[in-house]
């Protein structure tokens, strides 16, 4: 269903710059230079020509119905939504990713298991995109570079919209500040780092898709997911893509809305992955952990198991838990080897149901988890 626009305060608020962008980006053709009037657009599509009057003032008594005729017309020749195209002029300064999640509950709703993480792990997924477009790693560090870190604390969680259930991802895009910047359509040259952080996530999405189609096909996960690491594949952009998909493992979409105000030849492309690619994700990521070591992270958690050998020594403890600093905070059990004062320690945290936290690096054996030069074993504060 197609929604009509008919709010005359939100049809107010359109501005005319956004929409002369809208439409050169859109490849409609305008008929007359300004100082001219009226502002003439032209679109040809198959046998058909459209054409509409761009509004020039805020201030004129009927530009809310210039506007709405503007959207009736765009919105049949692009057969879009006119609640689209007007929350495509209102976000003018930020790139947006949609992610529709796919479960099986009634439309425009989710799971609140799953709702609950659904930002969190939106988050995520950003975030893995932006470090691997920083530093290219199979396995991201916990520590994030600067920009991607400065980045991720000016990125907004929009409002949820219909649909399956409709989660949106605001990244504000710096404007340009002329009008003869905007004489020049697609400059990537001079692209601040949020766009280019946005563009190497669809770039990254659409190397998972194509990387778990070439792993089904071929069988081997792990070449087709390391081929691509230069696009952004890891291992925590794999679970981001996991958990996005639910509990139920349930197949989503992401789909691409670009600032205006920095025109991109990027498509407003809807990337899909199928419930098949879910348990590819899942493997690509323990796969590529074992081929790599975190190295230098802090990892906190509940001693879950306790062994050695004697009542004295060394020994190895399990711990519950998960990385400090991890956006999505995945749990996992990771072993360890201590040393007789750590493991006391150990044994006195498991007996108090407190947590710990420990530092070194993890790698994967197997099915199994297991931290490297494990130190500054400390037993964490409760916390008031």
């Known amino acids: 269903m197609k929604v009509r626009v008919i709010d005359e305060e939100a049809l107010a608020a359109a501005v005319p ?3 002369r ?3 050169r980006t859109r490849l409609w053709e305008r008929q007359s230079e300004p100082p001219a009037t009226p502002d003439v657009w032209t679109l040809a599509k198959e046998d058909v020509t459209y054409e509409v009057i761009a509004p020039s003032s805020q201030d ?8 709405a005729e503007l959207l009736r017309t765009v919105a049949i020749a692009e057969d879009r939504s006119e609640l689209d195209l007007l929350r495509e002029l209102d976000s003018i300064r930020y790139d947006i990713q949609y992610v529709h999640t796919h479960s099986s509950s009634p439309p425009g709703t989710a799971p609140l298991r799953d709702a609950a993480s659904a930002f969190a792990t939106a988050h995520a997924m950003l975030a ?11 396995v991201l ?3 994030k570079p600067r920009r991607t870190v400065d980045l991720m604390e000016s990125v907004l969680a929009g409002p949820t919209s219909e649909g399956s259930y409709v989660i949106s ?13 905007d004489l020049v359509l697609f400059d990537e040259s001079s692209e601040p780092f949020a766009r280019r952080a946005t563009k190497h996530l669809h770039r990254a999405l659409l190397a998972a898709r194509a990387a778990a189609s070439e792993a089904r096909d071929r069988g081997d996960v792990l070449d087709a997911f390391i081929a691509r690491e230069d696009s952004g594949l890891s291992a925590n952009l794999c679970e981001a893509l996991v958990s996005l998909s639910g509990a139920e493992a349930a197949g989503f979409d992401v789909r691409f809305s670009w600032s205006l105000d920095w025109p991109t030849e990027y498509p407003n492309q809807q990337i899909s992955f199928d419930q098949a690619s879910i348990p590819v994700f899942r493997e690509a990521a323990s796969a590529l952990r074992s081929e790599s070591t975190e190295d230098e992270i802090r990892f906190h958690g509940n001693v ?6 004697g009542q004295f020594g060394r020994g190895e403890v399990t711990v519950l838990g998960s990385v400090v600093g991890d956006p999505v905070e995945k749990r996992r059990h990771v072993s360890l080897d201590l040393s007789q004062p750590d493991y006391e320690l150990a044994i006195q945290a498991h007996q108090n149901f407190a947590n710990i936290a420990v530092g070194g690096s993890l790698s994967q054996k197997g099915n199994r988890t297991y931290m490297n030069n494990a130190r500054e074993f ?3 504060a409760r916390a008031d």
């Open 141 to 143: 560090p916990s520590r």
């Open 378 to 380: 400390v037993i964490e």
């Open 169 to 181: 991802i605001w990244v504000p895009v710096p404007p340009r500040l002329t009008e003869v910047e």
């Open 128 to 138: 893995a995109s932006t470090a691997s477009f920083e530093e290219p790693r199979l």
């Open 304 to 309: 879950v198991r306790l062994h050695r050998e």
């Open 21 to 23: 962008l809208y439409l």
């Open 17 to 19: 710059r956004s929409i």
């Open 60 to 67: 004129a008594r009927d530009f809310p119905q210039r506007v």
